[in-house]
């Protein structure tokens, strides 16, 4: 039994202030008000007996006692989390055949949970996934090569095809470590190195160049590159810099020492990855397929990348139908 005082509201809260420092964004993050973001706190802190966050500071900062809180406490969430997101798809045992696309954003954390679970509810099922770009999957979608695909939205609509939103995914910069302290008052410093592009043919690409298009943008044409893991890599090594999401961020975590992450300085934009499932199979299926994503987007992704860069919060969230 949990002592009294501490819910899981509270949890949520304080998890949340300490990724913020801000009862505004933590409000923001967790759908409460300003007013009941401070009192979930006053009740935790309360309960505990001791001061989890220095309410003196703006951004408020987590105390040693605080940290030491936190760590049991982002760990209770996820668990609880993932408990929920393995009970969102229940049983899909009626499906004969099941052929899912992932984009391969997802390799490192959240495809391998996503399947360990179908798999476990596809008892009597056929079932294939495969991962690859957006392109490629919404082109197999389009085929009726798939049942579901999961994939960046191109914002187009059509009769045969619903679609499900899962996630908003920002663009960001992303510099070798330490060449940039400030990039939206250091533009020049951006020309010093070259811009490092994804594979033209790639969504990814299109929609980043058009966004500079619209902003007016140029930047010397040297690299154009279709591994997203060996653009990072060469962020990496000090070659040039380039624009990505938090997304592609969080899956080049080995590179993370020496990379830094800035918002976007020219212009914010971003990109939506959505569940798409033919209209005469929009049963409760790809609904609860979607619920089980964002949940795992929640606790896999979004969470550890807010942890890790909390000026993302109120920008990468889920998205709800």
């Not at 964002?294 to 606790?299: A, F, G, I, K």
């Given at each position: 039994?949990?002592?009294?005082?501490?819910?899981?509201r509270?949890?949520?809260v304080?998890?949340?202030?300490a990724?913020?420092?801000?009862?505004?964004?933590?409000a923001?993050?967790?759908?409460?008000?300003?007013?009941?973001?401070?009192?979930?706190?006053r009740?935790?802190?309360?309960?505990?007996?001791?001061?989890l966050?220095d309410?003196?500071r703006?951004?408020?900062?987590?105390t040693?006692?605080?940290?030491?809180?936190?760590?049991?406490?982002?760990?209770?969430l996820?668990?609880?989390?993932?408990?929920?997101?393995?009970l969102?798809?229940m049983d899909?045992?009626?499906?004969?055949?099941?052929?899912?696309?992932?984009?391969?954003?997802?390799?490192?954390?959240?495809?391998?949970?996503?399947?360990?679970?179908l798999a476990?509810?596809l008892?009597?099922?056929?079932?294939?996934?495969?991962?690859?770009?957006?392109?490629?999957?919404?082109r197999?979608?389009a085929?009726?090569?798939l049942?579901?695909?999961?994939?960046?939205?191109?914002?187009?609509?059509?009769?045969?095809?619903?679609?499900?939103?899962l996630?908003?995914d920002?663009?960001i910069?992303?510099?070798?470590?330490?060449?940039?302290?400030?990039?939206?008052t250091?533009?020049e410093?951006?020309?010093?190195l070259?811009?490092l592009?994804y594979?033209?043919?790639?969504l990814?690409?299109?929609?980043?160049?058009?966004?500079?298009?619209?902003?007016k943008?140029?930047?010397?044409?040297?690299?154009?590159?279709?591994?997203?893991?060996a653009?990072?890599?060469?962020?990496?090594?000090?070659?040039?810099w380039?624009?990505?999401?938090?997304l592609?961020?969080?899956?080049a975590?080995?590179f993370?020492?020496q990379?830094d992450?800035?918002?976007?300085?020219?212009?914010a934009?971003s990109?939506?990855?959505?569940?798409?499932?033919a209209a005469?199979?929009?049963d409760?299926?790809?609904?609860?397929?979607?619920q089980?994503m964002?949940?795992?987007?929640?606790?896999q992704?979004i969470?550890?990348?807010?942890s890790?860069?909390?000026?993302?919060?109120?920008?990468?969230?889920?998205m709800e139908?």
């Open positions: 039994m949990l002592m009294k005082g501490v819910t899981l509270g949890l949520e304080f998890e949340a202030l990724k913020t420092g801000s009862v505004a964004q933590a923001e993050l967790t759908g409460l008000s300003q007013p009941a973001v401070s009192q979930q706190l009740n935790l802190e309360k309960a505990l007996g001791s001061d966050v309410h003196s703006r951004p408020m900062l987590v040693a006692a605080g940290r030491n809180f936190l760590n049991r406490t982002e760990v209770v996820s668990e609880l989390r993932l408990a929920q997101s393995e969102t798809v899909l045992t009626h499906l004969s055949t099941l052929s899912i696309g992932l984009i391969d954003d997802f390799d490192n954390d959240l495809t391998p949970r996503l399947v360990t679970i476990d509810s008892t009597q099922c056929r079932f294939k996934m495969i991962t690859a770009s957006s392109h490629d999957i919404s197999a979608m085929a009726r090569d049942h579901i695909a999961v994939a960046a939205s191109t914002g187009e609509q059509r009769e045969d095809i619903v679609e499900y939103p996630v908003r920002p663009f910069l992303v510099a070798p470590k330490g060449f940039l302290s400030d990039p939206s250091q533009e410093l951006l020309r010093q070259p811009l592009r594979d033209h043919e790639q990814i690409s299109q929609q980043i160049e058009a966004h500079l298009a619209q902003q943008l140029e930047f010397e044409e040297r690299f154009e590159i279709g591994s997203h893991l653009l990072m890599a060469m962020v990496a090594r000090r070659i040039g380039s624009v990505t999401t938090p592609g961020y969080m899956r975590g080995r993370h020492d990379i992450a800035f918002p976007l300085p020219f212009g934009f990109r939506d990855i959505s569940l798409f499932a005469d199979w929009a409760r299926v790809p609904r609860d397929v979607a089980t964002r949940h795992l987007l929640q606790s992704v969470g550890p990348a807010i890790q860069l909390p000026w993302l919060a109120g920008q990468l969230q889920v139908e």
